[in-house]
């Protein structure tokens, strides 16, 4: 996606563009940060859910969604930093990190939603999103009767995303971009698990 198109959606959205996350560096890969959603009591995960008949969805789902980032510390502390996964057709990366400052005025759940940046349409969001260091996760989708948040406060010890990771690089499962940032992620979580 052009960057000069995608800045002016996620203004929409009450978000600014900063720039991509270079695909080198050892983060979690956007796929495998989904599975927070599958992310238990073992990973320390949390979360909550707003009913999709609630008369009130948009001003709720929106009030999880930045209750739920704010205890997890997804904003860095200075701008409200943080990253979202995006399509972007550019150089073969196809779902990666870009990084985002949220602004005064949002509406991730509504207008994100709508813009199929951040959902199916409006009120029907599926996102994932890192903080700025790549430790906390934050996951939305949509299931049968409720918008569903889950949170994994530290990816890098979360047994749920390590099997997972461990599985893709071992089993050549995933497309090439996945595997090459899971199997960098993994080194350097690995190397920190040995470092203590």
């Not at 796929?31 to 969805?57: H, K």
């Not at 399509?87 to 759940?109: C, F, Q, T, Y």
């Amino acid at each position: 996606m052009d960057e000069f198109v995608l800045a002016g959606l996620l203004a929409e959205v009450g978000l600014r563009f900063v720039g991509w996350i270079d695909p080198a560096t050892p983060l979690i890969p956007p796929r495998l940060a989904t599975f927070a959603g599958s992310s238990s009591s073992e990973d320390d995960a949390y979360g909550d859910a707003v009913a999709l008949d609630d008369p009130e969805l948009r001003a709720k789902a929106n009030a999880t969604w930045y209750q739920l980032a704010s205890r997890a510390r997804l904003f860095d502390s200075v701008d409200k930093r943080f990253l979202t996964a995006i399509k972007s057709d550019d150089e073969g990366r196809g779902l990666w990190w870009a990084v985002v400052e949220l602004r005064d005025v949002w509406d991730i759940v509504g207008a994100g939603a709508a813009s199929q940046l951040f959902g199916y349409r409006e009120n029907r969001p599926a996102f994932v999103m890192i903080s700025v260091d790549g430790n906390v996760v934050l996951r939305c989708d949509v299931g049968e009767v409720s918008i569903d948040f889950s949170v994994v406060p530290d990816a890098r010890r979360a047994p749920t995303l390590l099997r997972r990771a461990r599985r893709i690089v071992e089993t050549a499962s995933g497309d090439d971009g996945t595997r090459s940032a899971a199997e960098r992620w993994l080194g350097v979580v690995e190397q920190e698990a040995s470092a203590t």
